[in-house]
């Protein structure tokens, strides 16, 4: 899923929106930009640790990822380590996530 950064500019570009991996369909919403859904099969790859937009030490640890076959339409598509996925980096299931 793609949303705008903000509802008054709603150009699809790495500065103005971010995807999202999310296990469930949303509604069509304004701020929602595209959803689409992620073939099986498809490699996800951490590359990196995504800034935070709210800094509380609660909130899930949200990383980078690539995918392939790319889905992201040149967006930073971002995963967070929570609902059922929790856990730092090291502590990850290696059957659903693997280092390059």
């Not at 967070?80 to 390059?100: K, M, Q, T, Y």
Request: net charge positive; glycine share 6%; charged share 20%.
């Amino acid at each position: 899923m793609a949303v705008y950064d903000s509802l008054n500019n709603k150009t699809l570009s790495r500065a103005t929106a971010k995807a999202f991996l999310n296990s469930e369909q949303y509604y069509k919403k304004s701020f929602v930009a595209f959803q689409c859904e992620v073939p099986v099969g498809t490699t996800v790859t951490i590359i990196g640790i995504a800034p935070k937009v709210w800094y509380f030490p609660w909130l899930a640890r949200s990383y980078l990822v690539r995918l392939d076959p790319d889905l992201s339409h040149g967006l930073d598509v971002i995963v967070e380590l929570n609902r059922g996925i929790e856990g730092s980096l090291d502590g990850l299931n290696p059957n659903v996530f693997a280092r390059p």
